[in-house]
Nanobody, 122 residues
Framework: QVQLVESGGGLVQAGGSLELSCAASGSIFKANTMGWYRQTPGKQRELVATITSGGNTNYRDSVKGRFTISRDNAKKIVYLQMNSLKPEDTAVYYC????????????????WGQGTQVTVSS
């Protein structure tokens, strides 16, 4: 069974740092674009950052210069290093990935992780 397993959330003071990681597990042939989204109560889930298998990255404006997304293609893990955290970064962070399962005829499917809470206190 293909799944994404996140880790690394928690409570941190404003100005601090956290690193999230997300590992894709199961019978996977290839991981294409991977990324992170976040959601707060009553709001839509929003894109934080994405990274392609070739390393091209995309960030929402409010995290540029503070967050860095990276990945280990061999291990199918995506990371989100978050520095200079602000209270407005508080949210549940979700990993997202386009994965091609083994035997899937090169068809990719989109998967979500279970979410990890990040809380930034002021």
């Amino acid at each position: 069974q293909v799944q994404l397993v996140e880790s690394g959330g928690g409570l941190v003071q404003a100005g601090g740092s956290l690193e999230l990681s997300c590992a894709a597990s199961g019978s996977i042939f290839k991981a294409n674009t991977m990324g992170w989204y976040r959601q707060t109560p009553g709001k839509q889930r929003e894109l934080v950052a994405t990274i392609t298998s070739g390393g091209n990255t995309n960030y929402r404006d409010s995290v540029k210069g503070r967050f860095t997304i990276s990945r280990d293609n061999a291990k199918k893990i995506v990371y989100l290093q978050m520095n200079s955290l602000k209270p407005e970064d508080t949210a549940v962070y979700y990993c997202n990935a386009d994965l091609v399962p083994l035997g899937g005829r090169n068809t990719q499917y989109n998967y979500w992780g279970q979410g990890t809470q990040v809380t930034v206190s002021s």
